[in-house]
């Protein structure tokens, strides 16, 4: 669910998902948080069972579960032109530009089910791996219960 997206918080995900996620801007840092909220099924399956394993949760993480995409707009157009009702399609696509969930469920109500398909990773998410990477790095040696 959405809740607007400028001065507001974003929320995607429920209690009973795999996964909550939360973003806003947090003006005392001058940067943008988004809180990732993992349930236990997401870290079962990843055989995260004790905090030792924890190591491991920025693999299991990206890009799976946290990546930032855009829609292929030019492909998505050329696509939908293929449709008996195609410049209809693509207006209404439009109309839903600013969230990639409400486009979506759009697509997949007028019969496009592979919307993954024209979705592209944006080139912030090198930078989100590479600080999983050392994030991860933080990790190694370190028993757990042990201050550094």
Not at 6 to 14: H, S
Request: charged share 30%; net charge positive.
């Amino acid at each position: 669910m959405q809740k607007g997206i400028k001065g507001r918080v974003l929320y995607w995900g429920g209690r009973k998902s795999e996964k909550f996620v939360r973003c806003y801007k947090k003006k005392e840092l001058g940067c943008y948080r988004v809180e990732l909220e993992l349930h236990s099924r997401v870290l079962r399956d990843a055989n995260v069972l004790t905090p030792d394993d924890i190591d491991g949760l920025g693999v299991v993480i990206h890009p799976r579960h946290c990546q930032f995409v855009d829609v292929d707009w030019r492909h998505l157009e050329r696509y939908l032109r293929q449709k008996d009702n195609g410049d209809a399609l693509i207006r209404g696509a439009k109309k839903r530009a600013n969230s990639i969930s409400r486009l979506r469920r759009y697509l997949r109500r007028h019969g496009i089910v592979n919307f993954h398909r024209l979705l592209v990773a944006l080139p912030i998410n090198k930078q989100i791996d590479r600080a999983l990477t050392r994030w991860m790095g933080n990790f190694q040696d370190i028993p757990c219960g042990k201050p550094r």
